[in-house]
T-cell receptor, first 114, second 112 residues
Framework: DVKVTQSSRYLVKRTGEKVFLECVQD?????MFWYRQDPGLGLRLIYF???????EKGDIPEGYSVSREKKERFSLILESASTNQTSMYLC?????????????FGDGTRLSIL | GDSVTQMEGPVTLSEEAFLTINCTYT??????LFWYVQYPGEGLQLLLK?????DKGSNKGFEATYRKETTSFHLEKGSVQVSDSAVYFC???????????FGKGTTLSVSS
C-alpha cells in the first residue's frame, strides 16, 4: 500500500514564524501535492510538483512556497505565518498519467497560527 | 474554469437507507471523475473512479456512473451502515490533467 506520511498531526505556531510542513511518500511517485482544507471550502490546491526541483502554483499559492529536493519528500513552507493560514493541510502523491491516476493522501496536519 | 458542485450536507440517514449524493461538473474536454471519502481524523481515500463516459465506478457497495449528457457523477449506495459516516468529496482532473479539482464535500451521518 502507498504510504504518505506527514511529519506532524498537530502544530501550533506564532504569527510571523517561518513554518515547515514535511511530507514523505514511499511509492516512488513523480507527482506530489499540497492542499489546504477549510470548512465550507473543500480542498484547495496550494502547490504541486511533478518532478524533483520542479514546482507549479496551484489555486492559492500566496504566502506559501515549496521545496522538492528529493523525489520522496515535498515540503510546504509558510514564509511568515499569519492567522488566516490556520487550517488543515493535506499532502498527496500520485504516479504520472493523463489525469486518471488517483492521488494518495496523508492524514493531514492541523496547523494553528496564534 | 473547471468546477465541481456537490449537494450540501449534512445528509442524515438511518442504517440500511438508500444514499444518493449528487455531483455535477463543468469541464472542458473529458476529465476523469473521482469520489474520495474522509473518515474522522484521517486523510482522503479514493473510493471509486471513472475515466470515460458511461463508465461505472464501484467499491464497498458504492457506485457512480459517468454521465456526460448530464455532466453528473452521483454517488449511490443501496444500504448504508453506521461505518459509512464520513465526508465525501467529488473531484475531477483539471484541463491539463495535472491536478484534481474538488467539490466542497458532503458530510454523511448514519445512525443505528
Amino acid at each position: 500500500d502507498v504510504k504518505v506520511t506527514q511529519s506532524s498531526r498537530y502544530l501550533v505556531k506564532r504569527t510571523g514564524e517561518k513554518v515547515f510542513l514535511e511530507c514523505v511518500q514511499d511509492m516512488d511517485h513523480e507527482n506530489m501535492f499540497w492542499y489546504r482544507q477549510d470548512p465550507g471550502l473543500g480542498l484547495r490546491l496550494i502547490y504541486f510538483s511533478y518532478d524533483v526541483k520542479m514546482k507549479e502554483k496551484g489555486d492559492i499559492p500566496e504566502g506559501y512556497s515549496v521545496s522538492r529536493e528529493k523525489k520522496e519528500r515535498f515540503s510546504l513552507i509558510l514564509e511568515s505565518a499569519s492567522t488566516n493560514q490556520t487550517s488543515m493541510y493535506l499532502c498527496a502523491s500520485s504516479s504520472p498519467g493523463q489525469g486518471n491516476q488517483p492521488q494518495h493522501f496523508g492524514d493531514g496536519t492541523r496547523l494553528s497560527i496564534l | 474554469g473547471d468546477s465541481v458542485t456537490q449537494m450540501e450536507g449534512p445528509v442524515t440517514l438511518s442504517e440500511e437507507a438508500f444514499l444518493t449524493i449528487n455531483c455535477t461538473y463543468t469541464a472542458t474536454g473529458y476529465p476523469s471523475l473521482f469520489w474520495y471519502v474522509q473518515y474522522p481524523g484521517e486523510g482522503l481515500q479514493l473510493l471509486l473512479k471513472a475515466t470515460k463516459a458511461d463508465d461505472k465506478g464501484s467499491n464497498k457497495g458504492f457506485e457512480a456512473t459517468y454521465r456526460k449528457e448530464t455532466t453528473s457523477f452521483h454517488l449511490e449506495k443501496g444500504s448504508v451502515q453506521v461505518s459509512d459516516s464520513a465526508v465525501y468529496f467529488c473531484a475531477l482532473t483539471n484541463q491539463a490533467g495535472t491536478a484534481l479539482i474538488f467539490g466542497k464535500g458532503t458530510t454523511l451521518s448514519v445512525s443505528s
